[in-house]
C-alpha cells in the first residue's frame, strides 16, 4: 500500500529552514498534515532537520574568546628584541607580556590571546628601532603629553623653556625640603612675607625722601627732634 505525503511549509517555517533553523520559534512555526494510515509525526521531520542543520554565524558572546592552540610560554621577536607572551592558569584568568626596556622587565596583562599579540609585535619593533617610550603605559604617554603641553604654555607666556626632566626634577627638590607642606602653601607663603618694591624715578625718590627726614625734623609735643643734632 502506498502513501502520498503532502507538506504544508507555513512562511514562518520556511524562513527558518533558509535560515538555517537557528530560531526556538523556527521549531514551533510549524503546521505540518499528513495524508495516509500510521503517518510519521511532524515532529520527527523537523528533528532530523535540526539535527543536520549548522549555524551560518557564531555568537558574538561565543567568538570573543576562541580556544587558540598556542604553546606557552610564545616569544615574538624582531630583529635581535624579544618578548614572551604566558598563557592563562587555573588561578590567573590573563595572558601576560613580558619584555625588557632599557634593562628593566615590563609586564602587562591581556584579556585575550590576540590582544597581547598585537601589542608584543608592536612593542619589539618600538624597542628594535630604539625608542624608549615602550616602557611607558598608556596613562604615562597620555601624562607626559600633557605635561609638555604645560610646559609649552609656560614657555609662549613667560618667555622661558625648561625641559620636562627640568621641570619633574626641580618638582621633586623642592617637595623633598618642604616637610610634607604643599608647594602652593610655600608659594603663598613667601608672597605674604615679600616687600613689594615699587619702581620710581630718581628726583621721586629724592622728593620722597627729603619729606620723610622733614618730618623727623620737626619737635612735636615739646619733644626733641628724631634728627636733631643738639
Known amino acids: 500500500m502506498k502513501y502520498h505525503l503532502r507538506w504544508e511549509v507555513p512562511p514562518a517555517l520556511y524562513r527558518s529552514l533558509v535560515a538555517g533553523w537557528s530560531s526556538p520559534v523556527a521549531r514551533q512555526a510549524h503546521n505540518l498534515k499528513v495524508l495516509g494510515s500510521n503517518p510519521s509525526p511532524a515532529t520527527n521531520f523537523i528533528e532530523e532537520i535540526d539535527k543536520l542543520s549548522v549555524p551560518r554565524t557564531i555568537s558574538a558572546q561565543n567568538s570573543a574568546e576562541i580556544a587558540v592552540k598556542v604553546k606557552f610560554p610564545k616569544i615574538i621577536r624582531h630583529r635581535r628584541i624579544e618578548a614572551t607572551i604566558y598563557g592563562k592558569t587555573p588561578n590567573y584568568s590573563f595572558y601576560r607580556l613580558a619584555y625588557y626596556v632599557a634593562g628593566k622587565r615590563q609586564l602587562r596583562n591581556f584579556k585575550t590571546y590576540k590582544e597581547a599579540k598585537d601589542e608584543a609585535e608592536r612593542k619589539v619593533r618600538e624597542i628594535a628601532d630604539g625608542s624608549q617610550a615602550a616602557a611607558l603605559t598608556a596613562d604615562q604617554s597620555r601624562d607626559a603629553l600633557a605635561a609638555l603641553q604645560r610646559l609649552e604654555t609656560l614657555r609662549q607666556t613667560s618667555g622661558r623653556r625648561y ?68
Do not use: C, W
Not at 615679600?194 to 619733644?223: D, Y
Open 163 to 230: 625641559s620636562l626632566l627640568a621641570a619633574v626634577s626641580g618638582f621633586a627638590d623642592n617637595v623633598g625640603k618642604l616637610n610634607g607642606r604643599s608647594i602652593d602653601e610655600a608659594v603663598d607663603g613667601y608672597m605674604q612675607t615679600t616687600a613689594v618694591v615699587q619702581r620710581k624715578g630718581l628726583s621721586e625718590a629724592v622728593e620722597e625722601f627729603i619729606e620723610n627726614r622733614k618730618h623727623k625734623s620737626i619737635p612735636t609735643n615739646g619733644k626733641r627732634a628724631q634728627n636733631s643734632y643738639v
